[in-house]
C-alpha cells in the first residue's frame, strides 16, 4: 500500500498529527482505529458508560473526566479513581492520597496485598508522568493478575493515548472493581493493524472485541448508583454535598436554596425549578403546583420533571416517580446526577477547570 493511501486510511478527525506522524521499526505492529470504528454506536456507548463510571466515582473530589483518551494517560486519574476504591470502601477517606495498599476484589482477597505506591500526586513532566502511571500499571496488574506482556495495554499504548488500549484496561478494571457495572455487552470493532515488513509497510483490517456477548439478559440493569448508598457515610455524604452545592450555585438567582437533599424535591417543584433555570424550559403556573398539597399533586410535578429530563435525554436509568416523592436517596441522586454531569462539565469547560491540574 502506498504511504499517501495508507496516510488516508488512518486519517482520524482530531488526531491527524498522531497518524500522520507514525513510525515503525522493523516488524512493529500497531493497531489503529478507522473513522467509521470511531462512530459505532456501541464503542461510543461503551466510552459514555465508563466516562460516566469514573466521573461518579470521582464525584467527592471534584474530578471531572471528559476524554478517556485525553485524560487517563498519565496515571493521574487511574491513581485517585482505581487505587481509592480498591481498599475497603470505609477506609477511602482515611488513607493517605499518594500511597494506597491495593486490594484484589475479583480474585475474593479479603485484606490489602501489601502493594505500596510511592508517586508523587501531580506529575508535571513528561517522565514523571510516564513513571507514575508505570507504577500504577504495574500495581493495577497485580490486582488483576496480569501481567503487561499478556495484557491488551501498556505503559506505551496509555501514555500514548491510545484509545483500545485504555479501553481494554477500563473493562478490566471495571470487571474487577464492579462487577455489576452494566457494560454494553459484544462491543467489538474493526480496526487497522499497520506493520512495518522488509519490503515496507503492510496494513489489514481486523476485528477487536472489547467486550463479551451477554448471557444474564434477564438480570435488571445496575448503574454506579446501586453501589453508592454501599459506601461509607461520609462518602455518601460527600457526594451528596457536591451535588446540593450545584443545584444552590443554580438557584441563587432565584433566592432559592437546598439544605437537605433527601426531603426537598419529593414534591418537584424545586425540581421543576432547578430544570426550568438550567435548560431554559418556561413552565406555566398552570402546568404544575406551586405548592402542592396532597401526594397526587407533588406525584404530577414529579412525573412532568421526569418527562423533561427524558425529552432531554438527561435520564440514563428508569426512576419511578414515586420513588422521588417517597424520598428514595438513590433515585433522587440518579436524577440530579444528570444535571450534575451535564451542566457541571459544561461549567467546567467554559470556565475554570474541575480536574485536577496535570
Known sequence: MESESLY???????RVDQAAGVTLSQGEKKKFLPPTSRKDPKLEELQKVLTEWINAKLLPEHIVVRSLEEDIFDGLILHHLFLPSAVPFADWLQD???????LSPCHGAEKLTG???????????????RRKLAVVLEAAGQSLQVEEPQAQWS???IFNKDLLATLHLLVALAKCFQPDLSLPTNVKVEVIIMESTKSGLK???SVEQLTESGTDKDQPSKDVFDELLKLAPEKVNAVKEAIVNFVNQKLDRLGLSVQNLDTQFADGVI???LIGQLEGFFLHLKEFYLTPKSPAEMLHNVTLALELLKDEDLLNHPVSPEDIVNKDTKST?????????KHKLKDSTDGEPLESPN
Open 8 to 14: 488516508n486510511l488512518l486519517h482520524l478527525p482530531g
Open 96 to 102: 493517605s492520597p499518594t500511597s494506597y495498599g491495593f
Open 115 to 129: 502493594v505500596k505506591l510511592d508517586v508523587e500526586e501531580i506529575a508535571l513532566t513528561a517522565a514523571s508522568q
Open 155 to 157: 505503559v506505551e499504548s
Open 203 to 205: 496494513s489489514e483490517m
Open 271 to 273: 425540581l421543576l425549578l
Open 333 to 341: 441522586l440518579r436524577v440530579l446526577y444528570g444535571l450534575f454531569r
